[in-house]
Protein backbone atom coordinates (compact mmCIF):
# COMPACT_ATOMS: atom_id res chain seq x y z
CA UNK A 1 0.00 0.00 0.00
CA UNK A 2 1.18 3.42 -0.83
CA UNK A 3 0.75 6.15 1.89
CA UNK A 4 1.70 9.63 2.65
CA UNK A 5 1.63 11.01 6.01
CA UNK A 6 2.16 14.73 5.61
CA UNK A 7 1.01 17.79 3.31
CA UNK A 8 4.23 17.50 1.44
CA UNK A 9 3.29 17.16 -2.91
CA UNK A 10 3.71 13.39 -4.05
CA UNK A 11 4.49 14.80 -7.61
CA UNK A 12 4.34 13.22 -11.22
CA UNK A 13 7.29 11.30 -12.61
CA UNK A 14 7.22 14.83 -15.47
CA UNK A 15 7.98 17.36 -13.56
CA UNK A 16 6.57 21.10 -14.32
CA UNK A 17 8.07 23.34 -15.75
CA UNK A 18 10.66 25.69 -13.72
CA UNK A 19 8.88 28.27 -11.70
CA UNK A 20 9.57 32.19 -13.47
CA UNK A 21 13.03 33.34 -12.54
CA UNK A 22 13.26 35.76 -9.11
CA UNK A 23 13.52 38.73 -10.59
CA UNK A 24 9.88 38.22 -12.99
CA UNK A 25 8.49 35.86 -10.50
CA UNK A 26 5.39 37.65 -9.35
CA UNK A 27 4.70 38.44 -5.42
CA UNK A 28 3.05 35.00 -3.62
CA UNK A 29 1.06 35.96 -0.86
CA UNK A 30 0.49 32.77 1.65
CA UNK A 31 -2.74 32.70 3.89
CA UNK A 32 -4.34 30.00 5.77
CA UNK A 33 -8.20 30.13 5.14
CA UNK A 34 -11.29 28.76 7.85
CA UNK A 35 -9.03 29.55 10.91
CA UNK A 36 -8.57 32.77 12.61
CA UNK A 37 -4.79 30.90 13.22
CA UNK A 38 -2.04 30.94 10.92
CA UNK A 39 -1.43 27.78 12.43
CA UNK A 40 -4.73 26.65 11.63
CA UNK A 41 -7.08 25.80 8.61
CA UNK A 42 -5.62 25.30 4.71
CA UNK A 43 -3.05 27.29 3.46
CA UNK A 44 -3.29 28.89 0.08
CA UNK A 45 -1.25 30.65 -2.14
CA UNK A 46 -2.35 34.17 -3.38
CA UNK A 47 -0.58 35.82 -6.65
CA UNK A 48 -3.14 38.90 -6.77
CA UNK A 49 -1.35 39.72 -10.21
CA UNK A 50 -0.59 37.08 -12.40
CA UNK A 51 -1.02 38.58 -15.73
CA UNK A 52 1.75 37.41 -18.30
CA UNK A 53 2.04 33.90 -16.44
CA UNK A 54 2.28 30.74 -19.06
CA UNK A 55 -0.41 27.89 -17.28
CA UNK A 56 3.14 25.87 -17.04
CA UNK A 57 4.11 29.28 -14.68
CA UNK A 58 1.07 28.68 -12.70
CA UNK A 59 1.66 25.39 -12.29
CA UNK A 60 5.48 25.31 -11.21
CA UNK A 61 4.81 28.45 -8.53
CA UNK A 62 1.76 26.36 -6.98
CA UNK A 63 4.53 23.15 -7.39
CA UNK A 64 7.28 24.69 -5.47
CA UNK A 65 4.44 26.46 -3.08
CA UNK A 66 2.81 23.02 -2.10
CA UNK A 67 -0.12 24.07 -1.16
CA UNK A 68 -3.19 22.32 -2.01
CA UNK A 69 -4.06 24.88 -3.85
CA UNK A 70 -2.45 28.23 -5.24
CA UNK A 71 -5.14 31.01 -7.00
CA UNK A 72 -3.94 33.35 -9.42
CA UNK A 73 -5.64 36.08 -10.27
CA UNK A 74 -6.13 38.42 -13.67
CA UNK A 75 -8.51 40.82 -15.31
CA UNK A 76 -11.88 40.05 -15.76
CA UNK A 77 -13.66 38.62 -18.56
CA UNK A 78 -15.87 41.42 -20.54
CA UNK A 79 -19.05 41.34 -19.17
CA UNK A 80 -18.60 40.40 -15.95
CA UNK A 81 -20.21 42.83 -14.07
CA UNK A 82 -19.35 43.80 -10.24
CA UNK A 83 -17.88 46.78 -8.72
CA UNK A 84 -14.76 48.15 -10.83
CA UNK A 85 -11.44 46.98 -9.34
CA UNK A 86 -13.62 44.38 -7.32
CA UNK A 87 -13.86 41.60 -9.92
CA UNK A 88 -11.50 39.69 -11.35
CA UNK A 89 -10.17 35.98 -13.40
CA UNK A 90 -9.36 33.89 -10.94
CA UNK A 91 -7.84 29.91 -11.72
CA UNK A 92 -6.72 27.74 -9.17
CA UNK A 93 -3.35 25.49 -9.17
CA UNK A 94 -2.61 22.64 -7.08
CA UNK A 95 0.82 21.09 -6.88
CA UNK A 96 -0.46 18.92 -9.91
CA UNK A 97 -2.61 20.33 -12.09
CA UNK A 98 -5.61 22.74 -12.34
CA UNK A 99 -8.92 22.79 -10.82
CA UNK A 100 -11.92 24.46 -11.49
CA UNK A 101 -12.32 25.92 -8.19
CA UNK A 102 -11.09 25.91 -4.87
CA UNK A 103 -12.78 27.03 -1.75
CA UNK A 104 -10.60 27.68 0.30
CA UNK A 105 -8.55 29.39 -2.13
CA UNK A 106 -11.14 31.73 -2.88
CA UNK A 107 -11.74 32.31 1.08
CA UNK A 108 -8.06 33.29 1.22
CA UNK A 109 -8.36 35.27 -1.78
CA UNK A 110 -10.87 37.62 -1.23
CA UNK A 111 -9.52 38.65 2.27
CA UNK A 112 -6.33 39.18 0.45
CA UNK A 113 -7.68 41.53 -1.60
CA UNK A 114 -10.01 43.01 1.28
CA UNK A 115 -6.81 43.47 3.40
CA UNK A 116 -5.96 46.03 0.53
CA UNK A 117 -8.79 47.39 -0.88
CA UNK A 118 -11.19 46.97 2.17
CA UNK A 119 -14.06 44.78 2.73
CA UNK A 120 -16.80 43.93 0.72
CA UNK A 121 -18.69 42.58 -2.49
CA UNK A 122 -16.68 41.24 -4.68
CA UNK A 123 -16.92 38.81 -8.00
CA UNK A 124 -14.83 35.94 -9.45
CA UNK A 125 -14.90 34.39 -12.51
CA UNK A 126 -13.65 31.26 -12.32
CA UNK A 127 -13.69 27.91 -14.45
CA UNK A 128 -16.43 26.75 -12.71
CA UNK A 129 -18.65 29.74 -12.98
CA UNK A 130 -19.27 33.30 -12.09
CA UNK A 131 -18.79 33.20 -7.88
CA UNK A 132 -19.60 36.36 -5.85
CA UNK A 133 -17.64 36.55 -2.61
CA UNK A 134 -18.52 38.83 0.58
CA UNK A 135 -15.76 40.04 2.96
CA UNK A 136 -16.81 41.41 6.36
CA UNK A 137 -15.26 41.72 9.83
CA UNK A 138 -16.14 39.98 13.11
CA UNK A 139 -14.27 41.23 16.34
CA UNK A 140 -11.22 42.27 13.78
CA UNK A 141 -10.80 39.28 11.88
CA UNK A 142 -11.70 38.98 8.32
CA UNK A 143 -14.53 36.65 7.10
CA UNK A 144 -15.29 36.02 3.65
CA UNK A 145 -18.40 34.22 2.43
CA UNK A 146 -18.46 32.30 -0.76
CA UNK A 147 -22.10 31.73 -2.86
CA UNK A 148 -21.11 28.27 -5.24
CA UNK A 149 -22.52 27.69 -8.78
CA UNK A 150 -25.72 26.00 -8.68
CA UNK A 151 -25.17 22.31 -7.64
CA UNK A 152 -25.62 18.82 -8.72
CA UNK A 153 -26.08 15.36 -6.62
CA UNK A 154 -25.73 12.15 -8.21
CA UNK A 155 -25.97 8.41 -7.87
CA UNK A 156 -22.46 6.97 -7.41
CA UNK A 157 -22.57 2.79 -8.82
CA UNK A 158 -22.13 0.19 -6.40
CA UNK A 159 -19.09 -0.79 -8.10
CA UNK A 160 -17.15 2.63 -8.03
CA UNK A 161 -18.30 2.96 -4.81
CA UNK A 162 -16.57 -0.53 -3.41
CA UNK A 163 -13.29 0.81 -5.60
CA UNK A 164 -13.07 3.91 -3.27
CA UNK A 165 -13.40 1.99 0.19
CA UNK A 166 -10.93 -0.60 -1.46
CA UNK A 167 -8.49 2.50 -1.72
CA UNK A 168 -9.57 3.52 1.64
CA UNK A 169 -8.85 0.09 3.46
CA UNK A 170 -12.67 0.47 4.66
CA UNK A 171 -15.49 -1.89 4.62
CA UNK A 172 -19.36 -1.58 4.31
CA UNK A 173 -19.31 -1.74 7.96
CA UNK A 174 -17.39 1.55 8.63
CA UNK A 175 -20.01 3.47 6.60
CA UNK A 176 -23.13 5.30 8.03
CA UNK A 177 -26.25 4.56 6.02
CA UNK A 178 -28.07 8.15 7.31
CA UNK A 179 -25.30 9.45 4.89
CA UNK A 180 -24.97 6.96 1.63
CA UNK A 181 -22.65 7.85 -1.23
CA UNK A 182 -23.55 9.99 -3.22
CA UNK A 183 -20.97 12.47 -6.31
CA UNK A 184 -21.78 15.95 -4.83
CA UNK A 185 -20.91 19.29 -7.05
CA UNK A 186 -20.74 22.97 -6.22
CA UNK A 187 -17.82 23.85 -8.70
CA UNK A 188 -15.93 20.30 -8.39
CA UNK A 189 -16.79 17.25 -8.04
CA UNK A 190 -16.78 15.13 -4.73
CA UNK A 191 -17.41 11.76 -3.30
CA UNK A 192 -19.88 12.38 -0.75
CA UNK A 193 -19.26 9.31 1.67
CA UNK A 194 -20.48 8.81 5.42
CA UNK A 195 -18.75 7.80 7.94
CA UNK A 196 -20.18 5.38 10.93
CA UNK A 197 -17.64 6.63 13.92
CA UNK A 198 -15.48 9.67 14.74
CA UNK A 199 -12.61 6.58 15.10
CA UNK A 200 -13.01 5.61 11.29
CA UNK A 201 -12.49 9.16 10.20
CA UNK A 202 -9.87 9.33 12.44
CA UNK A 203 -7.93 6.62 11.02
CA UNK A 204 -6.96 7.60 7.10
CA UNK A 205 -4.18 5.51 5.98
CA UNK A 206 -5.06 4.89 2.55
CA UNK A 207 -3.29 3.76 -0.90
CA UNK A 208 -2.83 7.17 -2.37
CA UNK A 209 -2.06 5.68 -5.95
CA UNK A 210 -4.67 3.87 -5.92
CA UNK A 211 -7.28 6.10 -5.27
CA UNK A 212 -5.63 8.97 -7.24
CA UNK A 213 -6.41 6.35 -10.25
CA UNK A 214 -9.91 6.08 -9.21
CA UNK A 215 -10.58 9.92 -8.40
CA UNK A 216 -8.85 10.70 -12.29
CA UNK A 217 -11.42 8.24 -13.49
CA UNK A 218 -14.33 9.69 -12.57
CA UNK A 219 -13.50 13.43 -12.63
CA UNK A 220 -13.36 13.32 -8.90
CA UNK A 221 -11.55 16.30 -6.90
CA UNK A 222 -11.92 14.79 -3.35
CA UNK A 223 -13.41 12.20 -1.10
CA UNK A 224 -15.29 14.27 1.67
CA UNK A 225 -15.57 11.90 4.12
CA UNK A 226 -18.28 12.91 6.75
CA UNK A 227 -19.17 12.27 10.42
CA UNK A 228 -22.23 13.05 11.86
CA UNK A 229 -21.48 14.43 15.27
CA UNK A 230 -24.93 13.37 17.69
CA UNK A 231 -27.47 16.04 18.28
CA UNK A 232 -28.02 17.38 15.17
CA UNK A 233 -31.26 18.72 13.56
CA UNK A 234 -32.37 19.14 9.69
CA UNK A 235 -32.16 22.34 10.31
CA UNK A 236 -28.26 22.67 12.14
CA UNK A 237 -25.74 19.96 12.41
CA UNK A 238 -22.56 19.65 12.73
CA UNK A 239 -20.18 17.15 10.82
CA UNK A 240 -16.55 16.16 11.15
CA UNK A 241 -14.79 15.91 7.87
CA UNK A 242 -11.99 15.16 5.98
CA UNK A 243 -10.74 15.02 2.17
CA UNK A 244 -8.48 12.98 0.60
CA UNK A 245 -6.78 14.79 -2.31
CA UNK A 246 -4.04 12.34 -4.32
CA UNK A 247 -5.06 13.75 -7.44
CA UNK A 248 -3.74 17.40 -6.30
CA UNK A 249 -0.76 15.82 -5.34
CA UNK A 250 -1.20 16.59 -1.36
CA UNK A 251 -2.29 13.35 0.58
CA UNK A 252 -5.24 15.40 2.05
CA UNK A 253 -6.56 19.06 1.95
CA UNK A 254 -6.69 20.66 5.85
CA UNK A 255 -9.77 22.44 4.65
CA UNK A 256 -12.15 22.34 1.55
CA UNK A 257 -14.67 24.92 1.28
CA UNK A 258 -15.70 23.65 -2.36
CA UNK A 259 -16.28 20.13 -0.73
CA UNK A 260 -18.34 22.07 2.11
CA UNK A 261 -20.44 23.47 -0.67
CA UNK A 262 -21.04 20.28 -2.24
CA UNK A 263 -21.74 18.60 0.83
CA UNK A 264 -24.30 21.61 1.82
CA UNK A 265 -26.47 20.61 -1.56
CA UNK A 266 -25.76 17.10 -0.80
CA UNK A 267 -27.70 17.27 2.75
CA UNK A 268 -30.20 19.16 0.88
CA UNK A 269 -31.05 16.70 -1.97
CA UNK A 270 -31.23 14.16 0.38
CA UNK A 271 -33.52 15.63 2.94
CA UNK A 272 -30.67 15.56 5.69
CA UNK A 273 -31.68 18.90 6.29
CA UNK A 274 -34.32 21.15 5.86
CA UNK A 275 -33.98 24.95 4.40
CA UNK A 276 -33.08 27.41 5.65
CA UNK A 277 -30.19 25.30 7.41
CA UNK A 278 -26.34 25.81 8.49
CA UNK A 279 -24.00 23.22 8.84
CA UNK A 280 -20.74 23.91 10.77
CA UNK A 281 -17.69 21.58 9.44
CA UNK A 282 -15.11 21.07 11.52
CA UNK A 283 -11.91 19.80 9.26
CA UNK A 284 -8.27 19.64 10.16
CA UNK A 285 -8.06 18.67 13.11
CA UNK A 286 -6.82 15.56 12.69
CA UNK A 287 -3.78 16.92 10.88
CA UNK A 288 -3.10 19.24 13.47
CA UNK A 289 -4.80 22.13 11.73
CA UNK A 290 -8.22 22.59 13.04
CA UNK A 291 -10.56 24.69 10.87
CA UNK A 292 -14.02 25.71 10.75
CA UNK A 293 -16.03 26.10 7.86
CA UNK A 294 -20.19 27.34 8.07
CA UNK A 295 -22.34 25.95 5.79
CA UNK A 296 -25.79 28.04 4.82
CA UNK A 297 -28.52 26.70 2.73
CA UNK A 298 -31.30 28.99 1.91
CA UNK A 299 -34.47 28.75 0.96
CA UNK A 300 -35.47 29.14 -2.60
CA UNK A 301 -31.84 29.61 -3.76
CA UNK A 302 -30.38 26.04 -4.94
CA UNK A 303 -26.43 28.34 -4.44
CA UNK A 304 -24.71 27.31 -1.22
CA UNK A 305 -22.86 29.96 1.20
CA UNK A 306 -19.59 29.23 3.05
CA UNK A 307 -17.72 31.14 4.73
CA UNK A 308 -14.49 31.42 6.78
CA UNK A 309 -11.65 33.04 8.63
CA UNK A 310 -8.32 33.59 6.68
CA UNK A 311 -5.21 35.37 7.86
CA UNK A 312 -2.04 35.76 6.75
CA UNK A 313 0.67 33.73 6.96
CA UNK A 314 3.76 35.26 8.63
Known amino acids: MTTRHDLEPHLAETAPAPAPAPADRPEVLRYTAFSRDPQGGNPAG ?90 TERDGVAYATLTSVEPKVSEVAAADLAEALAALGWAAADLDPRLPARIAYAGARHLVIGVATRERLADLDYDFDRLATFMRAHDLTTLQLAWAAPGGTKRSATFHVRDPFPVGGVVEDPATGAAAAAFGAYTRALGITTAPATLTLHQGEDLGRPGLLEVRIAAGDPRIAVTGAATRIP
Open 46 to 135: VVLDATGLTDAEQLAIAAELGYSETAFLTAPPPGLGGEPGRAFTVRFFSPLAEVPFCGHATVATAVALADRIGPGDLLFATRAGTVPVAV
